[in-house]
Structure formats: structure tokens, C-alpha cells
């Protein structure tokens, strides 16, 4: 009677672990293929906002280039000396203008996408370039002016150059060893 009972339990034992193989294999399947797609779905989520901050912050790029070039004509028709009263070149600072508000919605937009730091460049740049609109506005000689206009463009050029540099770190890509835990160890 103890082999019939052996016998028995150790069938059952295999009918059992049978059917638990059964389930638990495609309950851990199942757990892995959702850590998977979340995972994916995270990778995805990273690519597009690295795209989308790459497009707000060229557009901030974008459109210091286009003030630059309408502040430019500014500054060239004032220091012609043909420049007799604001009501005669209303038209030339409509370029200016446009360039300055669409660097404010640029500016903007890098506020929406991030990170804060970078909103915060953008919004240093925009100031920036409205200082230097701003010097050719006030009533001043030409030599005050041009010395003023100096410093502005300084300032808009660091401002530039700062957001650019805080740019690229924050589009480079991320670093492949950092994933890793702990140092790698060299085998003896």
C-alpha cells in the first residue's frame, strides 16, 4: 500500500507542478511583455519630447536671427544720419517689432517644454534683445548710443551663447554608462 501511495503522490506531485508551470509561465510572460511595452512607451515619451525641445529651441535660434538682421537695418539707417524723426521710419522698426514677439513665443514655447532653466535662457535672450531694440529707441547722441548699442549687443550675444551651450546639454543624448549600476570590475 505505500508504493500505490508513493506512486500516487508523486503523480500528483507532477500533475501539480505541471499545471503550475501552465499558469505561472504565462502570468510571467505576461508581466514581462507589459514591463516591456512600458518600457518602450517611456523610450518613446523621451524621444518625442527631446524633439519637441529641439524644435522650440531652434525657434529661439531662429528667431534671434531674424531680430538681428531687422535691428541691423535700425542701426544702419540711424547711423546714416538720415534719420530725421521716428514718424519717418515707423516702417523700418515693423520688422523689429514682429522679430521681438515672435522671440517672445518662442521664448514661451521653450518655457512649456522645458526643463525651467531653459525657459528661463530664453526669456534672459528675449530681454536681451529688447535691451538692444531699446538703445536705438531712447534719446540719445550718437556716440552715447553707439557705445550703449555695444554693451546690448554684448549682452545678447552671452545671453546667445549661454542659451546654446545649456541647449546642447540638455539635446545630448544620454549617457550610455550611466544605465549601468555600479563601476564595471576588471576579473583577476
Known amino acids: 500500500m505505500d ?3 508513493t506512486v500516487i503522490w508523486a503523480t500528483a506531485l507532477g500533475i501539480g507542478g505541471t499545471l503550475a508551470a501552465g499558469l505561472t509561465g504565462p502570468l510571467l510572460h505576461a508581466r514581462s511583455s507589459r514591463r516591456q511595452a512600458q518600457e518602450q512607451e517611456t523610450i518613446q515619451v523621451r524621444h518625442r519630447l527631446r524633439d519637441e525641445r529641439r524644435t522650440a529651441f531652434a525657434a529661439v535660434l531662429d528667431e534671434c536671427e531674424a531680430f538681428r538682421q531687422s535691428i541691423n537695418a535700425v542701426i544702419e539707417a540711424r547711423v546714416a544720419l538720415e534719420w530725421r524723426s521716428e514718424d ?3 516702417g523700418l522698426w515693423e520688422p523689429t517689432v514682429a522679430a521681438l514677439g515672435a522671440l517672445s513665443r518662442a521664448a514661451t514655447n521653450v518655457a512649456i517644454t522645458g ?3 531653459m525657459g528661463e535662457l530664453a526669456d534672459t535672450v528675449h530681454a536681451a534683445a529688447v535691451r538692444h531694440a531699446d538703445v536705438w529707441r531712447m534719446r540719445l547722441d550718437l556716440d552715447d548710443r553707439l557705445v550703449r548699442n555695444g554693451q546690448a549687443d554684448s549682452d ?5 551663447r549661454q542659451f546654446i551651450a545649456a541647449a546642447e546639454k540638455v539635446l545630448a543624448p544620454p549617457d550610455r554608462g550611466a544605465r549601468q549600476r555600479g563601476a564595471p570590475r576588471r576579473s583577476r
Do not use: S
Open 3 to 5: 508504493q500505490a501511495n
Open 88 to 90: 519717418e521710419h515707423r
Open 115 to 117: 526643463p525651467a532653466p
Open 156 to 160: 545678447f550675444i552671452d545671453a546667445r
